[in-house]
């Protein structure tokens, strides 16, 4: 059984593919409002370095990401072992070797994994105009208006995963995602300027 298989086996038999995706949502969502949030900040801020912004950016990515994953492997194992204490207690036998005990052991890890892994790599993404431009890449706008399109792209991509999942209009909830973000931004910008 290859890799992919395996990982796929996991998540059936602990039926946890919805809680993978709902973390990919989620956390994907929040690291692109968050890295949209801070942009439009330093936009809106007394000009800093770009290096300044960067780090800025990389640092809250980072703990975004850190904390998905610790903290949804923290609470799934716990779940998990929950999960499989139950079945051991129905089944009147010890299932630590059993397909199920594999699954309790490695699927906090892969939720973890996606758990965190989501709004690191859509922050890194959105930073991408701004290491672009500090590298000496032209781009056709300036790198923070960059990123914020790269930003609204991205809540729109999630919102089209959505609903597809929902079966539903990929392009209203699409739509509805990006309206999120764009009231967030709005409301950033009224909050800046006073």
């Known amino acids: ?53 960067i780090n800025a950016c990389l640092g809250a990515a980072i703990a975004l990401g850190m904390s998905g994953f610790s903290s949804a492997y923290i609470s799934e194992s716990a779940e998990r072992k929950r999960a499989l204490g139950k079945l051991e207690d129905a089944m009147i036998q010890d299932l630590h070797e059993s397909a199920h005990g594999e699954a309790s052991r490695w699927v906090p890890l892969l939720i973890a994994l996606v758990n965190g892994l989501a709004p690191l790599v859509i922050s890194l993404l959105i930073l991408m105009p701004l290491w672009l431009s500090k590298s000496g890449f032209l781009l056709p706008l300036p790198p923070l208006y960059a990123a914020i399109i790269v930003a609204l792209f991205l809540v729109f991509l999630l919102g089209l995963f959505i609903g597809h999942i929902a079966k539903i209009s990929w392009l209203r909830s699409g739509i509805q995602t990006l309206l999120v973000a764009a009231l967030t931004a709005a409301m950033i910008f009224l909050v800046a300027r006073y």
Do not use: H, W
């Open 1 to 53: 059984m290859g890799l992919l298989d395996k990982v796929i086996f996991l998540l059936r038999i602990t039926q946890t593919n919805d809680i993978v995706r709902r973390y990919f949502v989620v956390n994907g969502f929040d690291g692109a409002l968050t890295m949209m949030g801070l942009i439009i900040g330093f936009l809106v801020s007394t000009p800093a370095d770009l290096t300044v912004i």
